[in-house]
């Protein structure tokens, strides 16, 4: 502000001097008025006039265009710089004519007053040229920070007293958010305080000495789901000196995340498929052998005690029957191993057609209410009335439901109750959402990344193989959906289906 009325104080007093130089040249020749023109972008302009202003500039640019210096009293000189240009014109009006002294005391005063006017006019093509870069960078600065206001990003930059200097409007959002104008020029610690504050300086300092981009994984329940962030703090220089500025960006990559380990999970499920397609063949040919000695000794050991003439009867083992029907159970249990392997890598043709997700519950629960082991388990659903069909195979999806519901009853050790919910989705991939709650002792949180992998089982030896949740996520990912968990251990689990629309799976 100080420089700008210094500015306009020395403009007035050039204004002044002017006035008294035109009132000068005015009194020198004895005319009744004396005009100083300047030409501009918009025709002549006056400068500074003395005595009774009557000329217009429509006047004197006639006598200009015209090459005409005297006409009926008004007296009219151009001022021109060394360089030919036009800076603009003096006028005067008088009833005399001008005599040769007259003409000398004239160009004393032009010579005097071009100078100062081609200086006013490198002094406004400054003053147009500085406006012009000024609006530029403003118009550029907004752009920028219109640039970093969209983007999807939280963004902030601090300088090396740790004071933020920028702070886009991502960061002013949400629960934790902080206005700009109440960021710009504290110490990031004051806005930042759910943070150490000694932990944030370290991570600073790190990238202001080794120049590195530093980037870390945290996760937040902040908002009250589980979120994943990925902050980055990245070395920014103004000079060749050195590090400046660092910024950092904090970004919500939970749905990345998600996608990375479905992602991870298909191509094991694969590399299993194509594992078990390769030995197939090898396993079931010798598991066949197996299969059919334990059946013939079985039978021939079936004559021998049958014929009392036999001789040998009497010498065989008293726990040969006890063995070979366990060695048919393990032979058929391998068989079943290897084609729940075998739908990975050679998925079953199936019939697809339109499906109630309601109707598909019930049949599964009608299913399982003759099953011993839901005697004693207490079964709710809450079916929404109005929820879209499907695309499916019913078959499949009742074996899927059928596997969530026997992982239910494993996990509450046949007691306890079980909630089946089916409500609408979020948009037409995720229309359909069907959820399996338990009351059972949960996931630990560093197995529930596992959990569709195959043979990765919680259950103790013997009582599952780790091949049914595998399956239930390749059902549910050739039906175009996905299957996820929510656990927490000692409070029960829910598996959640989502399915898309019968229109949107076309």
Request: charged share 30%; hydrophobic share 40%; glycine share 6%.
């Amino acid at each position: 502000m100080a420089a700008v009325a210094a500015r306009l104080a020395a403009r007035e007093a050039e204004r002044d001097h002017l006035v008294s130089v035109v009132d000068a040249a005015r009194g020198a020749l004895n005319a009744d008025e004396c005009v100083l023109w300047a030409f501009s972008p918009g025709g002549l302009e006056k400068l500074a006039s003395s005595g009774h202003s009557v000329t217009k500039p429509d006047e004197v640019s006639a006598l200009l265009a015209a090459d005409i210096t005297e006409r009926a009293g008004l007296v009219v000189r151009p001022l021109i710089a060394e360089e030919a240009q036009r800076l603009g014109a003096i006028s005067f009006h008088r009833s005399a004519v001008l005599d040769v002294e007259d003409h000398l005391v004239l160009r004393i005063i032009a010579d005097m007053l071009v100078p100062w006017l081609a200086h006013a006019e490198r002094a406004r093509q400054l003053e147009v040229e500085v406006a012009l870069r000024t609006r530029q960078n403003d118009d550029q600065r907004r752009f920028i920070e219109r640039i970093i206001d969209s983007l999807p990003v939280g963004l902030y930059v601090v300088d090396r007293e740790y004071r933020v200097q920028a702070w886009n409007r991502k960061r002013e959002s949400g629960m934790q958010g902080v206005s700009r104008e109440e960021a710009i020029g504290k110490s990031v610690f004051e806005i930042l305080h759910r943070q150490p504050a000694e932990s944030l300086r370290k991570e600073f300092d790190e990238v202001f000495r080794n120049g590195r981009i530093q980037t870390v994984h945290m996760e937040s329940t902040a908002s009250g789901d589980a979120r994943t962030f990925r902050i980055s703090k990245i070395p920014m220089r103004l000079t060749d000196a050195g590090i400046t500025h660092v910024i950092a960006i904090g970004e919500d990559v939970t749905e990345w995340r998600e996608a990375q380990e479905r992602f991870a999970h298909a191509e094991k499920l694969a590399a299993i498929g194509q594992l078990a397609a390769g030995v197939m063949h090898e396993i079931n040919n010798p598991l066949a052998t197996i299969a059919a000695c334990a059946e013939s000794l079985t039978m021939r050991l079936d004559d021998m005690r049958h014929d009392d003439r036999r001789v040998d009867a009497a010498r065989a083992p008293r726990d040969a029957d006890e063995y070979l029907k366990i060695i048919d159970n393990e032979v058929h249990r391998c068989k079943r191993i290897i084609d729940g392997l075998l739908d990975f890598s050679r998925p079953k043709p199936v019939t697809k057609s339109s499906t109630a997700i309601n109707e598909v519950v019930e049949h599964t629960l009608f299913l399982v209410k003759h099953h011993a082991r839901f005697k004693k388990m207490r079964v709710e659903t809450v079916l929404a009335e109005q929820i879209e069909h499907v695309t499916a195979n019913r078959e499949q999806l009742v074996q899927v439901f059928m596997a969530l519901l026997i992982n239910a009853v494993d996990a509450m050790d046949e007691q306890g109750t079980i909630t089946i919910k089916t409500h609408r989705g979020r948009g037409a991939r995720d229309a359909v959402v069907a959820e399996v709650i338990d009351e059972g002792v949960g996931i630990p949180r560093a197995d529930t990344s596992k959990i569709f992998e195959p043979f990765f089982t919680t259950k103790a030896p013997g009582r599952g193989t780790g091949l049914g949740l595998s399956i239930c996520y390749g059902i549910i990912s050739d039906h175009g959906g996905r299957i996820e968990v929510d656990s927490t251990p000692g409070a029960g689990s829910t598996f959640r289906i989502l399915l898309p629309a019968e229109e949107a799976s076309l």
